[in-house]
């Protein structure tokens, strides 16, 4: 009598024969990674090929990471944005990343795209401006947040020395489509002209979700009586701005 004895290898085990994932449809798997988190996604990822593919899938957009913050700027050349994740504990690298972007034209007056990922304790930080320029701000632009953002949910918005007007607010509007924005801060922002009813309008789209919302030292005829009752409405509970060179706290309350 032969006695034959074999050792359960269980990592073996699971990589060679129970691997269950590998042999189901992409459409059934895409469904199955719509109920987990961007980081169960990534660990999956990391051990089984066939799931890279299928977690850029488009479906997926919704499943974001958490926790971030976006900072747009006007820059010494053009215009740029920072996004920290500060997930430290459920991020999958060491240190908190943070993305830069820059666009801006160079001395021929070709578009220049600038991208980079820095841990967000380097100093190295968004270029501040220094001097107004009147650089118009191209669909590169926005079409570059809106890529940045499939994956990431963004929480918490600045956004410096930047045009006060619909075209730039309707523009954002599509860039932060299916985001929920908590705090939303406007500094310094740029305006020639006295604020329209379509740059007012495309503004209250854009804080729709909006909890918190900043706008010291931001164009004084965007905020009137009426905006104060839009806010209130949209559910704003939370207000800064400036009133008769004062920038008061404001608890809105409604009914």
């Not at 895409?30 to 890279?52: A, F, G, P, Q, S």
């Not at 008769?244 to 608890?251: D, I, Q, T």
Request: aromatic share 12%; glycine share 4%.
């Amino acid at each position: 009598m032969e006695l034959n004895i074999k050792i359960y290898d269980q990592n073996r085990a699971i990589l060679e024969h129970e691997d269950h994932i590998s042999g189901l449809p992409s459409l059934c798997l895409i469904e199955v990674l719509k109920n987990l988190t961007r980081l169960d996604i990534h660990n999956i990822m990391t051990v089984n090929k066939r799931m890279h593919a299928l977690a850029c899938d488009r479906s997926l957009q919704d499943v974001k990471w958490k926790n971030c913050f976006l900072s747009i700027a006007q820059t010494t050349r053009g215009y740029g944005f920072a996004l920290d994740v500060d997930i430290v504990k459920d991020y999958p690298w060491g240190e908190d990343p943070r993305y830069i972007y820059e666009i801006y034209e160079d001395e021929e007056g070709k578009l220049v795209e600038k991208w980079k990922i820095i841990e967000k304790c380097d100093k190295d930080q968004l270029p501040k401006n220094i001097v107004p320029h009147n650089f118009n701000i191209p669909n590169k632009f926005f079409e570059a947040i809106k890529d940045i953002l499939r994956y990431h949910n963004v929480e918490n918005v600045r956004i410096q020395q930047c045009p006060s007007n619909a075209q730039f607010f309707f523009q954002l509007n599509d860039a932060f489509s299916g985001q929920r924005i908590d705090r939303f801060q406007c500094n310094c922002m740029i305006s020639h002209l006295p604020v329209s009813r379509d740059t007012r309008t495309w503004f209250l789209k854009l804080i729709k979700t909006v909890k918190t919302l900043d706008l010291i030292y931001t164009p004084q005829d965007l905020v009137n009586e009426q905006f104060l009752c839009d806010i209130a409405e949209i559910g704003v509970e939370n207000f800064y701005g400036d009133f008769y060179g004062r920038p008061p706290y404001v608890r809105l309350q409604y009914k």
